[in-house]
Structures are given as structure tokens and as C-alpha cells.
């Protein structure tokens, strides 16, 4: 995972921030299919509205 993009100004409420990461799912002896990119994405997601507030953005 990596940082792309963190950006703070119009179109967000004070406070907020808006940031992109990007993600690489792999397995070692496989190709992945997208539904299981797709759900180990949104548990991250979870994972950061529990610790952090996070959400994805519309």
C-alpha cells in the first residue's frame, strides 16, 4: 500500500482530509478474482472507519 494523493481544501469539510492510496492484491499461486480484490479492500476499509473514522468517498 501507498500513498498516492492527500489533499485538504474546497469541497471538504474543515478538518477533513481526503487520501488515496494505492493497493496490490497478489497470490503467490493464483490470479485472484476481482470479488476477492474487491472484499479484501473493503475489510481494509472497515478496518479504518473502526480505528480512524474513515470512509470512502462518493
Known sequence: MRLVDDYRG???DDG???LTFALLFRAADRTLAAAEATEA???GVELAAERFGAKLRD
Open 16 to 18: 477533513t482530509k481526503s
Open 10 to 12: 474546497p469541497g471538504l
Open 41 to 43: 479492500k473493503l475489510q
